[in-house]
């Protein structure tokens, strides 16, 4: 089990590299352990302390017992780790690495407080899949995601700031005169524009412009984890499409609606809080 792994919160505010992984993969069922997953049990696997690194914002700590920390996010809560302070590793939630999956379990233990539902999970209903259960819900889901993506990304807003509605990434403004416009815009609002009418307006994360002659339209772009699916919900919601999901080859992708009183809007493609470049 020597290949670095990769974890981290849900929020994205807190990110881990494992780069060795101890032969001890477990689920522990005490009380303990109940207590701060909130579920039946924990799942921890180890990692040497030597193999180990945060790569982004650091967890919060509590003391669950005179040498025992376990570490959460504070933004999103999500359990982290657990550790005892004479110990050369950590142990983190397996649910927390970006893939799980490839972690078998070896042993389990705390059976003392192991939960009589455990004994239920093999002859419950199956209800199928999130989008054959839930579909509209899946989308609303998917349309809104503000969860960290399973892979490493270069920034990314934590919890507290994705909170917020969806953000606005870029609008452009249109006329029949593009250059009494950007002279209209520099003049009044001090916005710097370049040759081709392009321009960044000093907001909380500054919105990228264009100045264009044709249409006659304002457009505003509001970021979202996957055009379509968003594109999807704006249907159901009364919405209609001009143009679905489409690519600009290294630049960005792109969608365009109207909303039910016939304003014309945009999507952009995000990755984190960057736009996505195909």
């Known amino acids: 089990m020597n290949e670095p792994k990769h974890g981290g919160c849900q929020c994205g505010a807190v990110r881990y590299r494992a780069n060795n992984l101890r032969d001890n993969s477990h689920v522990c069922h005490c009380r303990m352990c109940q207590k701060s997953a909130g579920n039946f049990f924990s799942a921890f696997v180890g990692v040497p302390l030597t193999d180990f690194s945060w790569t982004r914002g650091q967890p919060s700590v509590f003391s669950s017992s005179e040498h025992v920390d376990r570490g959460f996010c504070e933004a999103c809560g999500t359990p982290l780790f657990f550790r005892h302070d004479k110990s050369s590793y950590i142990s983190m939630t397996i649910g927390s690495f970006d893939h799980p999956e ?10 003392e407080a192991r939960l009589p539902q455990m004994d239920q999970l093999a002859k419950l209903h199956d209800k199928g899949t999130t989008e054959e259960d839930d579909a509209d819900g899946a989308i609303a889901i998917k349309s809104s995601n503000r ?6 990304t270069s920034s990314w807003s934590s919890a507290l700031e994705n909170a917020m509605a969806q953000p606005v990434v870029f609008f452009d403004i249109a006329g029949p005169d593009d250059a009494a416009l950007k002279s209209f815009y520099s003049s009044i609002f001090g916005w710097e524009l370049d040759q081709a009418g392009r321009f960044s307006v000093p907001v909380a994360t500054p919105i990228k412009g264009a100045i264009r002659k044709d249409p006659t339209e304002k457009r505003i772009y509001m970021g979202v984890p996957d055009v379509s699916a968003c594109l999807s919900l704006i249907e159901q919601s009364g919405g209609t499409v001009d143009a679905p999901r489409f690519e600009v080859p290294g630049v960005v992708v792109l969608g365009l609606f109207r909303d039910p009183a016939g304003n014309p809007m945009g999507l952009v493609e995000m990755d984190g809080d960057v736009p996505h470049v195909p």
């Open 147 to 152: 969860q960290h993506p399973d892979h490493e």
């Open 102 to 111: 490839n972690i078998p379990l070896k042993f389990q233990l705390g059976m």
